[in-house]
């Protein structure tokens, strides 16, 4: 059974930062291609940032280019985004997926077939 694990999110006030972290199990995590994805009221589902298994290949959304940034502990099976100069048009639901590829012109979600509880991440102006 895969499951997905976010963590970290928060109340955060503009200009500051977060990082958040997710696990996967039932999968092999060195071997997965791992994807960052957010959702806010009333909008679709975005890819945020995807970095390769093997670190070759990182996607941004131009809207995160700059401040956030994705990154993988193996060995901790952990996947973090750490998120800095964070504006209220960042607020979201933050989703980590296990999927893939991540090609530099961006994500497909349907490639994406597991998916955690997420975790609110929410930025005061």
């Known amino acids: 059974q895969v499951r997905v694990m976010e963590s970290g999110g928060g109340l955060v006030q503009a200009g500051g930062s977060l990082r958040l972290s997710c696990t996967v199990s039932g999968l092999a995590f060195g071997d997965l291609n791992m994807a960052w994805f957010r959702q806010a009221p009333g909008k679709e589902r975005e890819g945020v940032s995807c970095?390769?298994?093997?670190?070759?290949?990182?996607y941004y959304a131009d809207s995160v280019k700059d401040r956030f940034t994705i990154s993988r502990d193996n060995a901790r099976k952990t996947l973090y985004l750490q998120m800095n100069s964070l504006k209220p048009e960042d607020t979201a639901m933050y989703y980590c997926a296990p999927g893939g590829p991540c090609p530099y012109y961006g994500v497909n979600i349907l490639r994406f077939p597991y998916w955690g509880q997420g975790t609110q991440v929410t930025v005061s102006s």
């Open positions: 970095l390769m298994w093997s670190g070759d290949s990182t």
